[in-house]
Nanobody, 129 residues
Framework: QVTVVQSGGGSVQAGGSLRLSCSVSGSPTSIYCLGWFRQVPGKEREGLAGLDRGKSSYADSVKDRFIVSGDYAGKTLELQMNSLKPEDTAMYYC????????????????????????WGQGTQVTVSK
């Protein structure tokens, strides 16, 4: 059984920073790949950043402002969000994939929901003007 638990988020003014954290519990010997997504009502879930066996990837919308970090085993993941904008307001989700969906061609799908099997509970980020 794999569980993804998120923490962090909250409210901040434009230009400020927030940090999200995620922890994955599952097999102690498995290596998971993790990603961050966000969603606003009425829109599809958007991939923001991924970490696949030490290799990171970012969406163009956040690559100069957000930093993803975590351990190689895919048990922890963080997202440092800087220079936040009102359009960053959304529900943010951490996601984990099974080891079979790590590396190779799956790296290039790090920002797609199809890669991930497990999802965190979501945490709200609100950025005011």
């Amino acid at each position: 059984q794999v569980t993804v638990v998120q923490s962090g988020g909250g409210s901040v003014q434009a230009g400020g920073s927030l940090r999200l954290s995620c922890s994955v519990s599952g097999s102690p010997t498995s290596i998971y790949c993790l990603g961050w997504f966000r969603q606003v009502p009425g829109k599809e879930r958007e991939g923001l950043a991924g970490l696949d066996r030490g290799k990171s990837s970012y969406a163009d919308s956040v690559k100069d402002r957000f930093i993803v970090s975590g351990d190689y085993a895919g048990k922890t993941l963080e997202l440092q969000m800087n220079s936040l904008k009102p359009e960053d307001t959304a529900m943010y989700y951490c996601a984990a994939s099974t080891p079979a969906r790590c590396g190779g061609a799956w790296y290039w799908r790090s920002l797609t929901t199809i890669k991930y099997n497990y999802w965190g509970q979501g945490t709200q980020v609100t950025v005011s003007k």
